[in-house]
């Protein structure tokens, strides 16, 4: 089992950056592929970016290539998400999640599930 926890959302200008954390928890967490997700009012979640549980590969969504950076810490149970030039349609809560199926794109690939940060970005 993997517990997962969200910080570092919040509110931004547009152009700004955001370090969001995911601290991970459980026996399984360094051989765990994670993933980050988001969803917005009354839109469905969406894939953002995922890593495999080395770290040596990264997958990115359309809107975050060139913008947002997965990394991972398996000394630390930690994965990030670090986000630059935030946009107000980056606006959203954020959920990391882990999985046994590297760099998948579906969230009904991921198995845990953080409970999410928001991070709102103004114009």
């Known amino acids: 089992q993997v517990q997962l926890v969200e910080s570092g959302g919040g509110l931004v200008q547009a152009g700004g950056s955001l370090r969001l954390s995911c601290q991970a928890s459980g026996h399984t967490f360094s051989s765990s592929h994670m993933g980050w997700f988001r969803q917005a009012p009354a839109r469905e979640r969406e894939f953002v970016a995922a890593?495999?549980?080395?770290?040596?590969?990264?997958r990115y969504a359309d809107s975050a290539k060139g913008r947002f950076t997965i990394s991972r810490d398996n000394a630390k149970n930690m994965v990030y998400l670090q986000m630059n030039s935030l946009k107000p349609e980056d606006t959203a809560v954020y959920s990391c999640a882990a999985g046994v199926f590297g760099l998948a794109t579906l969230a009904s690939a991921y198995k845990y599930w953080g409970p999410g940060t928001q991070v709102t970005v103004s114009s």
């Open positions: 890593i495999t549980w080395s770290g040596a590969s990264t």
